[in-house]
């Protein structure tokens, strides 16, 4: 009766055959990666299979990996969900750390459309195709993507920091 | 009168008479200001959550001439800030700043408006005196309702000793134009 995790990786298999791997189950979330160029037809797939039915996508985000080759610095994570089972899977797609780009989702399920942008207002990732890809959380003016690795954790902007009172010098006097 | 417990506000320092009494402009207006600011709360996280038990009965700020909690910023005189603000958001409370007649007076309340507080990262203003000026810092996290309080009469001393020149004077203007609002 349930939808079985073998299932969903035979069925993907059989249909993407090379361009979905390392499956595994990471805690109770089924999980596997899929090559970026082929996101869309997954996601679209895994939604409109009669016997899959994932209608729902739960979340969008990104994850930064700054020590991974160049083609795998970013990774895009969806989840999504099957109500009908009750069953969740968590999709990666591994993207290039210099040009940071994937497919926009929003065709597929308008709801990406929000999600990616945060997702781009953090990490710079872009999706093609969405219809309108600008910040959404952080204010219109900065430039930078504040969820990288690179940025810095500390407002460089605050001025009553006193170093002696964190630490941070060898001499409190 | 004898048996009624209001209690009144002293009178300035002047010379009394019969029939009259003498004092300086600065001292009346200064003492009629004072005792009627009229505050506009912008609250955005549980330093609001105080300034609301502050104005209840309890604490019950209208004892202090600030009964009338005003929601426009056309009529307030007292621009209270108390919460988080994000940098995002800078820009509407500098507009409402703005939008306040002169004279006007800034309490940033609590350690966020005043310093940004432990949210020292990217999308946190570190102080709300980095887009407008600030007359009393009131420190906590949240300050309860009794700093609030004090907050507000250190402010009304402020006041009382402000000139009705100062708005016009030159310093004034210099401040101003160093945050850049006309």
Known sequence: ?173 | MSDSNIKMVAPPEGVSGEGFFATTLNDVVGLARANSLWPLPFATSCCGIEFMATMASHYDLARFGSERVSFSPRQADMLLVMGTISKKMGPILRQVYEQMAEPRWVIAVGACASSGGVFDTYSVLQGIDKVIPVDVYVPGCPPRPEQIVDGVMRLQELVKSESVRRRSSPEYQELLASYNIK
């Open chain 1, 1 to 173: 009766m349930s939808l079985e995790s073998t299932t969903v990786q035979d069925k993907l298999v059989e249909t993407f055959g090379e361009s979905v791997f390392q499956f595994n189950q990471e805690k109770d979330v089924f999980s596997f990666e899929v090559a970026a160029d082929k996101i869309t037809a997954v996601v679209l797939f895994l939604k409109n299979d009669p016997t899959l039915r994932f209608h729902f996508l739960t979340d969008i985000c990104g994850v930064h990996y700054p020590d991974n080759a160049v083609e795998r610095q970013f990774a895009v994570v969806y989840h999504m969900h099957n109500w009908y089972e009750n069953k969740r899977i968590k999709i990666k797609a591994f993207i290039n750390g210099e040009t940071p780009e994937i497919k926009s989702l929003t065709t597929i399920f308008p709801g990406a459309n929000w999600m990616e942008r945060e997702t781009y207002d953090f990490y710079g990732i872009i999706f093609t195709g969405h219809p309108q890809l600008k910040r959404i959380l952080n204010m219109d003016e900065m430039v930078s993507h504040p969820m990288r690795k690179e940025f810095p954790m500390e407002d460089g902007g605050r001025t009553d920091k006193d170093d002696r009172f964190f630490g941070r010098t060898a001499f409190n006097g």
